[in-house]
């Protein structure tokens, strides 16, 4: 697993999006017993908190300590700096493994190996995220062009968010799920500080040393007014445990 959050982990906290209620409510009717559930690659726990009023208890993992420093405490809640590969879970102890925007960087065999040792029979496994973020056309053009100009720079593992989760190995019993979205209000300048928080332009900022979102910034000066509808296709794998 790639630990590529830990720095500037209060802007991952604070400008990524989060998860549609919608999204929540389908996963939680999947769930029959709602004891323990494990968010793996937590992060900064986006979508731990909006599962922990549901579950007896959450344990959420990451390899970031950072990362996890910013996510909210709540009583039911352990977080644990830990490999999504290797965990000190008890086996068949889960009812529901999650794992939001970040199965691309876990080692498939051996989370696999982990995540079936832990799961209850007949456990979930939800793998979700979001893929590229949508406005308008005119808005659209610009990110996509943008979008393009970066791929060198992106790790190989994001080719799995282009292509929606769909070609990630999946050893469950799957079921078709449904599709979301998750719309967000943003002004300009919260929508770059989130492009700011992806690993690509984390990267060239290192590599070329000057900020490759300001020339963003100018091209969508003249197209965005004031609040803008931002909306996040929401990427989902569901299946029980074989």
Known sequence: MKDLFSSQSDQYAHYRPSYPQELIDYILDLVSVKHTAWDCGAGSGQITQLLA????????????????????????????VQPAESTTIKSNSIDLIIVAQAIHWFNFEQFYKE????????????????????????INEVIDQFYSSIQNYWEPERKYIDEHYQTIPFPFNEINAPSFHFQVKWQLDHFIQYINTWSAIKYMKSQIMEDPTRQLYDQLLPLWNSEITATFPTLLRVGYVN
Do not use: C, W
């Not at 950072?66 to 909210?72: F, H, I, K, V």
């Not at 979700?128 to 005119?138: A, K």
């Open 53 to 80: 009023p549901h579950f007896q208890e959450i344990i959420a993992t990451d390899i970031s300590e950072q990362q996890l420093q910013m996510a909210p405490k709540l009583s039911n809640v352990s977080y644990l």
């Open 115 to 138: 995540a079936k040792r832990v799961l209850k029979p007949n456990g979930v496994m939800v793998v979700t995220g979001y893929g590229l973020v949508r406005v308008n056309d005119p």
